[in-house]
């Protein structure tokens, strides 16, 4: 800039001062040496501004007048240099034109000159001082276009005028990266030569050597690589230029940048890496990997170069990816692998490629959608071939309960669907909201899939987790033809969601007259009412649908006055006028007041001729009235037989309950109808089932004192017990085997009701049968205790010689004894009392039997009464005094009539417990044998080991170990067998259970070890097995002391050579301080005191 523009703190030149001051004089003088008009002051102002500012009119006018001269000159420079017209631009020169002059978009003559490749121009603009590296309105420089351009001498001639080779436009590009992207590897070299930075990026990151490998310029690349330009630039997205060049498919540059020293595995931001670009290109990915790139290295949403080659069906890198072994089975973020994205876009070649090399074809995503589910979903009928050809699961659901089939319905590919069904797909896969894909087929409208779906025999009538059947979808989208199809194929017409509205209540709320009127043709019921109590006709009021409303009364009338005729002629047993009602296509499923439909009218009224008429019209055989009665379950309390077996014939359940849960095995029981109870049996009626009483058919008919039909109901239980076992089915449920004890609400069973009631006959073949002697009620009343009260002695006495037990007691307490004399019963009193004396002397001998060992006076006596677990006062069994006193053969009897082998007396102990103290091994194995626990412990939580283990009993604690005896179970004061075996001396026991693992250093409450236990008890050899099993020698109780002090104060010498030998501690004291030696003084143990001075023990520690 020329002195003349000089500028001051507030950027004001001499022009703006003498504009402001309105000196004219001095601004013309200024102005004809060429100062610049166009400056600007830091408040923005330029001289017109500042002589605006202070109203000098004469300088305005003089400034804008040399403003316009000057423009034209400046005008006239730029098009010469534009043109290349030399003497043009020279013409502008002398009058005076600006050298650096900018036209709108800011470019000088340089510029211009440049731009068109004009050297001559642009030698004499320098020549004239201009600024060479004046920048255009984006920043671009005249070496910048030269560079571009590739106009070596301009470039030279621009450098050699010294302009800026580092100078970027506004958007970074700097003269070199203009080069590099054009590929001219000459003016590169130029530019570098004269100090062009090879690693300044544009605004986007990307460095010279990351465009020549974006554009493939594989020269240039090599010129920059050897000018130490960093292969592993990045831009801004962290890509690098091997990236770049391999997603190019540049082999050339990808081998120039790994051989040198390129990151092979860089990533990056969205973690890919080069080889992940490669994919499209072989020969790139085949260079990666010969330079050992991570085969399997995924990008941020877990998706590996093999994925990437199987979406973009890549065969051929897909196939060398596979042969360098890359991981088939990687899944991405979302759980797909490359199997599911080669299916996802119907690769076939890459699918069939992946199986072949081992690809697994029912591989689940992170919603268990598995390759079949991807390529229903698409209609890639190919690819769903493939995999099931591959043995793909073709009803695998994804996380919603989706198959295959539903895929392809979602997708409406009515191709895909046809082709899943021929290859066994099941057509009523129901997803997690029980949607069938007929349901969705439905509710999307396809009446082409509808139709597929119904040919393979798809299901009208599942409904959904709301209820909604296939026809209340249809109803509610007026699909007539959809409906048509349905209605064809069996759907219920009725069905009500879970809303209870069915099919015409939707149609009547949606308006849908088309559908409406078609349900009704098919004798929709308008009677129905959903949950909250609205009709059809109700719901098409609400909603304002006059025609639907009209249409639905004037069918409700004509079905009303055909309605009547057909109840009151089926009641009247009128055959002609049935037939004609039927004719005239009357609904036969129409009923009363009472919910009787014509077939249950008929059997009321017992005319069998229109019940076979109904029948053959396919009336509904199990239709209940508002009671839940059934025509069977009439007919078997009516006893009528011919009809029940007509009803049976025709299908009718036998075991529908109503109301109150009463069957019509119930009914005929109650009743005494003998031939309707066989037949009712014969067609498979379950004998438990109750009513809401809890009454049974087999209550029912004691009840009412049938004792046939009891003698009935029980012989069908044992015939049912002699079918062969493999003959049975072994899903039958256990609820169907006949149960005589099945109680009552009230909890009375059958043999409970025969006793109050003193039917004796009942009593005693209930008994023959296996009734449960004591089973008591509610009031904890046995079947003797209602006889008793009752004063029944003729049931008292069968009661009593089938050993029913006196001793129960009811929830007051009271024994059966206290009852009968109570309710002032001597009788019975007495022959209560004379069979417990009986019992009382029975028990106490087979408990000294056993206790003596006396084998066959045990056996009498059960026989007489068998009580195998009476106790005598201290709770004791006959098997528990038999295991005590070591008797094998009372035992081995005892057990084998099922005595419970871990019962347990008043102390906790049980038989196991009793024989392991004593010793008795033979015992032992024998209630181990039946099931004995080995584990369960007394009252002192001692264990048969622990016992055993106490008693020194080496054969039991082996017998126990090899069963698997718990060797660590702790008494209450945290005793261990072992430690009872070291306090004992017992030196076998002690090595067996060492030997078995058990812990060597296990601590008491009070922390005593097995070690301290021997020593204190003077155990040499114990203490020296422990120790060499690994036992701490100086282990200290809760007080402190050691096994050295223990042995000292008790003056056993050699345990303490034992201990010392082991480098016991021979100075550590209790908590009170004192020392083993002191310890051995107290007591008065010279020839201890000399042996731990001889090992430098000391009073203190």
């Known amino acids: 800039m020329a002195s003349i523009d000089l500028q001051d703190n507030i950027g004001k030149t001499a022009l703006m001062y003498g504009a402001a001051m309105g000196h004219i004089d001095v601004v013309r003088l200024l102005l004809d040496q060429s100062a610049d008009l166009d400056l600007r002051s830091n408040d923005s102002r330029t001289a017109q501004g500042w002589a605006r500012q202070h109203n000098r009119t004469d300088v305005i006018a003089l400034l804008e007048e040399r403003y316009q001269e000057r423009m034209a000159i400046n005008t006239q420079l730029l098009s010469g240099c534009l043109q290349g017209n030399a003497e043009e631009v020279r013409r502008a020169l002398k009058r005076g034109a600006s050298i650096d002059c900018v036209d709108v978009n800011k470019r000088t003559p340089l510029l211009l000159a440049v731009m068109e490749n004009h050297e001559e121009i642009a030698r004499l603009i320098l020549d004239n001082k201009a600024d060479v590296n004046a920048q255009n309105v984006v920043g671009r420089t005249a070496l910048s276009i030269a560079a571009q351009e590739g106009s070596q001498r301009l470039v030279q001639l621009l450098v050699g005028s010294n302009a800026n080779v580092n100078l970027a436009d506004t958007t970074g590009w700097t003269p070199l990266l203009y080069a590099v992207k054009a590929g ?44 130490d330009a960093s292969v592993n630039s990045a831009d801004r997205n962290r890509t690098t230029p091997l990236m770049f060049a391999a997603k190019g498919g540049y082999d050339e540059i990808v081998r120039l940048l790994v051989t040198g020293g390129a990151d092979i595995n860089a990533q990056d931001v969205n973690g890919e890496t080069a080889l992940f670009h490669a994919v499209p290109s072989h020969r790139c990915a085949s260079l990666l990997l010969d330079h050992r790139a991570s085969i399997d290295l995924p990008n ?63 591989c689940r995503d992170s919603v268990e959608n598995t ?42 590919d009515s ?69 048509r199809l349905l209605i064809a194929h069996g759907t219920s017409i009725d069905t009500q969601d879970n809303a209870g509205k069915s099919a015409l209540m939707h149609a009547a709320f949606a308006g849908q007259i088309d559908a409406a009127r078609l349900l009704l043709d098919e004798i929709a019921d ?17 909603q304002n649908h006059s025609d639907v409303a009209l249409v639905l009364e004037t069918t409700h009338r004509e079905r009303e006055e055909i309605k009547s005729s057909l109840l009151r002629s089926a009641a009247e047993g009128d055959v002609k006028m049935v037939e004609a009602a039927v004719r005239l296509n009357a609904n036969i499923e129409v009923r009363d007041q009472d919910g009787n439909t014509p077939l249950l009218v008929a059997v009321i009224n017992n005319h069998e001729e229109i019940l076979k008429l ?105 015939d049912e017990d002699q079918y062969d076992d493999s003959e049975c089915d072994s899903d039958t449920d256990e609820d169907d085997e006949f149960n005589v004890d099945l109680p009552t609400n009230t909890g009375r069973t059958a043999l409970i009701i025969a006793a109050h009631l ?65 309710s002032g019963r001597n009788r019975v009193l007495a022959l209560l009392r004379a069979y417990q004396r009986e019992r009382r002397e029975n028990a106490a001998a087979l408990l000294d039997a056993a206790s003596n060992g006396r084998v066959d006076e045990v056996r009498t006596a059960l026989a007489t009464d068998y009580r195998i677990e009476v106790r005598d006062k201290d709770g004791c069994t006959a098997l528990l005094l038999a295991s005590r006193t070591g008797h094998e053969d009372v035992v081995r009897f005892l057990l084998n009539a099922d005595a419970q082998v871990d019962a347990q007396n008043k102390l906790s102990v049980t038989p196991l417990l009793e024989a392991a103290y004593k010793g008795h091994a033979g015992v032992v194995r024998l209630l181990i044998f039946h099931g004995a ?92 097995l422990l120790l060499e099993g690994g036992a701490s020698v100086d282990a200290r109780t809760r007080t402190g002391e050691t096994a050295l002090c223990k042995a000292a104060f008790e003056g056993h010498l050699e345990v303490i050579n034992v201990l010392i030998e082991h480098d016991a501690a021979v100075n550590l004291a209790n908590a009170k301080g004192w020392t083993p030696l002191l310890f051995a003084t107290q007591s008065g143990h010279n020839a201890v005191v000399r042996l731990l001075l001889e090992n430098n023990a000391s009073f203190e520690e």
Request: charged letters at 20%; glycine letters at 8%; proline letters at 2%.
């Open 184 to 227: 001219h590897s000459d003016i590169v070299q130029q530019l570098l030569e004269n100090g062009a930075d090879c690693e300044a990026p544009n605004d986007a990151g990307q460095t010279p050597l990351v465009v020549a490998a974006r554009y493939g310029n594989a020269n240039v690349a090599d010129l920059l690589v050897k000018h």
């Open 300 to 362: 941020e949403k877990g998706v590996t170069p093999l994925m990437r080659a199987a979406e973009l069906g890549h065969d051929e890198s897909l196939a060398l990816l596979l042969d360098r072994n890359a991981n088939i089975e990687a899944s991405n973020a979302d759980g797909w692998t490359a199997l599911t994205y080669a299916a996802t876009n119907n690769q076939r070649v890459v699918a069939s490629n992946l199986l072949d090399h081992g690809a697994k074809v029912d």
């Open 371 to 412: 390759p079949l589910l991807h390529a229903a979903r698409g209609g890639n009928t190919d690819i769903i071939c493939l995999l099931l050809d591959r043995g793909a699961d073709i009803d695998a659901e994804n996380s919603w309960g989706e198959t295959a089939l539903r895929q392809a319905v979602n997708k409406g």
């Open 415 to 483: 191709t895909a669907a046809s082709l899943l069904l021929e290859r066994g797909a099941a057509v009523d896969a129901a997803d997690e909201t029980k949607t069938t894909p007929l349901m969705q087929a439905t509710r999307l409208g396809n009446q082409e899939m509808v139709e597929v779906l119904l040919e393979w025999y798809a299901d009208s009538n599942i409904v959904d987790d709301t209820g909604e059947s296939p026809l209340i979808a249809a109803a509610r989208g007026n699909f007539g033809d959809i409906m």
């Open 526 to 542: 308008l009677s129905l009412l959903s949950c909250a109590g609205f009709s059809a006709l109700d719901y098409a009021k609400q």
């Open 614 to 718: 109904m029948l053959e019209n396919v009336a509904d055989v199990n239709a209940q009235n508002v009671r839940g009665r059934t025509a069977l379950s009439v007919a078997s309390e009516k006893n009528q037989s011919a009809i029940a077996w007509t009803l049976l014939d025709c299908d009718a359940e036998s075991d529908v309950a109503d109301s109150r849960r009463c069957t019509p095995l119930m009914y005929a029981s109650e009743a005494g109808n003998e031939g309707i109870i066989k037949l009712l049996l014969d067609s498979g009626a379950r004998i438990n089932s109750t009513n809401d009483e809890g009454e049974s058919a087999l209550i029912k008919a004691v009840q009412n004192c049938h004792e046939h039909v009891v003698q009935i109901l029980l012989s069908h239980r044992e």
């Open 758 to 822: 003193g039917h004796a006959d009942i009593v005693q073949v209930l008994l023959d049968t296996g009734a449960s002697i004591d089973l008591a009620d509610g009031r904890g009343w046995s079947p003797l205790f209602h006889a008793a009260d009752q004063g029944h002695e003729h049931v008292v006495s069968p009661l009593l010689e089938y050993k029913a037990d006196t001793s129960l007691q009811d929830e007051a307490g009271q024994t059966v004894l206290n009852v009968a004399e109570k």
């Open 933 to 1024: 626990d080995a584990d369960k412990a007394d009252d002192e939580n001692s264990t048969a080991l622990i016992l055993a283990a106490q008693a020194g009993h080496e054969a039991v604690v082996r017998l126990l170990l090899q069963r698997g005896a718990n060797i660590n179970a702790q008494a209450n004061g945290g005793e261990t067998a072992l430690h009872k075996a070291a306090q004992n001396g017992c030196l076998g026991i002690v090595s067996l259970l060492l030997a078995c693992g058990a812990p060597v250093d296990t601590g008491d409450e009070e922390r005593w070890t097995p070690l301290l236990y021997a020593a204190r008890e003077g155990h040499h050899d114990v203490d020296r």
